[in-house]
């Protein structure tokens, strides 16, 4: 289901779904969110990740869970 802006909340997809996405989506917190939806992902890293340099052509990334941003109020 193509969907237009930046604005992608992961409610709007279903396990079993696949996401096709830019980096702007591969942030930490939502990518969770996915994996708790059971939703399949194919996103690009972002630049600032580290990859892995090797001769595989796909991996299993894992990710310390960084702290939780502060609240704003």
Known sequence: MPLGGERLQA???RA???LVADRA???WWFLSQLLERKVDFVIRMHQGRP????RARSWLE???KPQRPA???
């Open 71 to 73: 609240e704003q109020s």
């Open 51 to 54: 990859v892995r340099a090797g």
């Open 16 to 18: 079993a779904e696949v």
């Open 11 to 13: 409610e709007a997809l």
């Open 25 to 27: 989506f591969a942030g």
């Open 62 to 64: 894992t990710w310390a």
